[in-house]
């Protein structure tokens, strides 16, 4: 167990409609990162967040937006949703140390699927 | 692109067996980990190996780095049945410090 938890743990969405995921980072962390998994694929860099400021962003859409609390929880949103968005959502949370440079301690993830 | 990729895509051995995964990269890194994912879970972390370390252990896990070569090995001895998952490489370095670039990883599948 790492300490981060994520919800929902399933979630199925239509096209079109938006969706916000939820991640609680390991107690002590206040830099978090997003990871989309697409089936048989590995995981692709979304963006990261670092005292609630972005510190990041991958080859993402704008619809892909996220923020962080002063708790160093965050939320992933993702509007007007795709076939291919479909895919199991990861978040990592790291220690304050190093802003993500070393170890990333990973959520069980969010399975989302868009019909 | 900065992306490991690792190598073989499958792996299949018997219980006792040695596991060995490679993993090759493209531009200079800070360090190189190994994470281990159960059926489409959540990633385990293993091992973390800087870029100014050759070899590191930890258990039944050996893993080497050669950033002349830029590629990475992951040993694990004396395999057992729940050593079954799949096992990325992901490296972070550079101007995206912080961020971590994945392969596809290999699926590794022991029989007892």
């Known amino acids: 167990e790492t300490g981060v938890t994520q919800s929902p743990t399933h979630l199925i969405k239509t096209r079109g409609q938006q969706v916000t995921l939820r991640c609680s980072s390991q107690s002590g962390h206040n830099t978090v990162s997003w990871y989309q998994q697409a089936l048989g694929q590995g995981p692709q860099f979304i963006f990261q967040y670092y005292r609630e400021e972005e510190n990041g962003r991958g080859n993402f859409p704008p619809r892909f937006s996220g923020l962080q609390f002063p708790n160093y929880s965050s939320e992933l949103n993702v509007n007007a949703l795709e076939l291919d968005d479909s895919a199991l959502y990861l978040c990592a949370s790291s220690s304050p140390s190093n802003r993500g440079t070393d170890t990333q301690y990973f959520g069980p993830g969010t399975r989302l699927t868009v019909l | 692109s900065q992306q490991g990729e690792e190598d073989p895509q499958a792996l299949s051995i018997q219980e006792g067996e040695n596991a060995t995964m490679n993993c090759s990269y493209k531009t200079s890194i800070n360090n190189l980990q190994w994470y281990r994912q159960n059926s489409g879970r959540g990633l385990v972390h293993l091992i973390l190996i800087r870029s100014n370390e050759r070899e590191k252990h930890s258990g039944r896990l050996r893993v080497t780095l050669d950033t002349s070569k830029k590629s990475s090995s992951l040993l694990i001895t004396a395999s057992r049945a729940a050593d079954t998952a799949s096992y990325f490489c992901?490296?972070?370095?550079?101007?995206?410090?912080?961020?971590?670039?994945f392969g596809r990883g290999t699926q590794l599948t022991v029989w007892p």
């Open positions: 992901a490296t972070s370095g550079g101007s995206t410090l912080g961020r971590l670039y």
